[in-house]
């Protein structure tokens, strides 16, 4: 039997993922994944960031009434290369598509033009989407080839990145000798990304692709600026929580891109932060609601 340090990252990623687990997400460790011929995640090469096998059979499920080739064109439009986009830009091309859903123009069986918009995810009815959890990811660069500890996929889209690191390492390391490589390294993951946790189980921030270390804010703050006298319980509950819709409170969307005000449920809206916006990230998907007690639950446990 192998020992496991309580204070090593390899604990810490342990209990993310059966937290992850406990929330309805399928997870797998890709360390050992197959690219190419027979793959085990569809990928042909780790320079792909989206499972578009996972995407295909979501655009299917959530558009039942749309022709094949119009969702087969809608694919091509999200994974396409954005490379000669700054990541800013990218990332609010992305976002737009999976709040709105992306409209395509395609010729019938009887050549006429027909256009149909293509839903990306189920903002409506959260259960329909997939959700699903990679650790020790694979992904490839101009530059390089990284692992990343934790990606977050809904409907194969990678909306989540998580980096780790032991207890007894600095938070800020994770932030300066990690993420700032990867940013550089395999910016195409960041394209889709919308929202970036760092942990060492001590301590957990949050925040977006153009965030600087000082505006990576602590959920436990966050959580009880927004929920105040109510926070215990909506941690308590949403720890405990078995309906299916707990999944999907990672699945909300900021309202414009100053990050200055969040949309819950896209009906009420909650204040600045303090002075601590997250930076000038573009429409990422986040909830707080169900975000910040993550944050919460990636601390030790006594």
Same mark, same amino acid.
């Given at each position: 039997?192998?020992? $496991?340090?309580?204070?090593?990252?390899?604990?810490?990623?342990?209990?993310?993922?059966?937290?992850?687990?406990?929330?309805?997400?399928?997870?797998?460790? #890709?360390?050992?994944?197959? #690219?190419?011929?027979?793959?085990?995640?569809?990928?042909?090469?780790?320079?792909?960031? $989206?499972?578009?096998?996972?995407?295909?059979?979501?655009?299917?499920? %959530?558009?039942?009434?749309?022709?094949?080739?119009?969702?087969? *064109?809608?694919?091509?439009?999200?994974?396409?290369?954005?490379?000669?986009?700054?990541?800013?830009?990218?990332?609010?091309?992305?976002?737009?598509?999976?709040?709105?859903?992306?409209?395509?123009?395609?010729?019938? /069986?009887?050549?006429?033009?027909?256009?149909?918009?293509?839903?990306?995810?189920?903002?409506?009815?959260?259960?329909?989407?997939?959700?699903?959890?990679?650790?020790?990811?694979?992904?490839?660069?101009? &530059?390089?080839?990284?692992?990343?500890?934790?990606?977050?996929?809904?409907?194969?889209?990678?909306?989540?990145?998580?980096?780790?690191?032991?207890?007894?390492?600095?938070?800020?390391?994770?932030?300066?000798?990690?993420?700032?490589? &990867?940013?550089?390294?395999?910016?195409?993951?960041?394209?889709?990304?919308?929202?970036?946790?760092?942990?060492?189980?001590?301590?957990?921030?949050?925040?977006?692709?153009?965030?600087?270390?000082?505006?990576?804010?602590?959920?436990?703050? &966050?959580?009880?600026? *927004?929920?105040?006298?109510?926070? +215990? #319980? *909506?941690?308590?509950?949403?720890?405990? #929580?078995?309906?299916?819709?707990?999944?999907?409170?990672?699945?909300?969307?900021?309202?414009? /891109?100053? *990050?200055?005000?969040?949309?819950? +449920?896209?009906?009420?809206?909650?204040?600045?932060?303090?002075?601590?916006?997250?930076?000038?990230?573009? +429409?990422?998907?986040?909830?707080?609601?169900?975000? +910040? $007690? %993550?944050? &919460?639950?990636?601390?030790?446990?006594?």
């Amino acid at each position: 039997m192998t020992f $496991v340090d309580p204070d090593s990252e390899g604990a810490l990623e342990a209990n993310t993922i059966r937290l992850f687990e406990s929330l309805g997400w399928q997870f797998a460790n #890709c360390y050992h994944e197959i #690219c190419g011929e027979n793959p085990t995640l569809g990928r042909e090469t780790t320079e792909q960031v $989206v499972l578009e096998w996972k995407l295909k059979a979501a655009l299917e499920k %959530l558009n039942p009434d749309v022709p094949p080739l119009a969702l087969d *064109l809608a694919l091509d439009e999200l994974t396409k290369d954005r490379s000669i986009l700054s990541p800013v830009r990218a990332n609010q091309e992305v976002q737009e598509q999976l709040k709105d859903g992306i409209k395509v123009t395609f010729r019938t /069986s009887d050549d006429n033009e027909a256009v149909e918009t293509v839903k990306i995810i189920d903002w409506e009815h959260p259960a329909n989407n997939d959700f699903f959890l990679a650790s020790q990811f694979w992904i490839s660069g101009e &530059y390089g080839r990284k692992r990343a500890d934790l990606v977050g996929f809904v409907n194969g889209i990678p909306l989540l990145f998580i980096e780790l690191k032991a207890s007894h390492k600095h938070l800020e390391n994770a932030y300066n000798l990690n993420l700032s490589d &990867y940013r550089s390294t395999i910016p195409q993951v960041f394209w889709y990304n919308g929202v970036i946790i760092l942990s060492n189980g001590s301590k957990s921030r949050i925040g977006s692709i153009t965030a600087g270390w000082e505006h990576f804010a602590d959920p436990i703050q &966050y959580r009880e600026r *927004l929920f105040g006298a109510q926070a +215990d #319980c *909506l941690v308590i509950r949403d720890r405990r #929580c078995t309906h299916p819709l707990h999944r999907i409170r990672f699945l909300s969307s900021w309202d414009h /891109s100053e *990050l200055l005000s969040v949309a819950i +449920d896209r009906r009420h809206h909650v204040p600045e932060f303090g002075s601590q916006p997250f930076g000038h990230s573009v +429409d990422p998907l986040l909830n707080f609601q169900w975000l +910040d $007690v %993550l944050g &919460y639950v990636l601390r030790p446990v006594a």
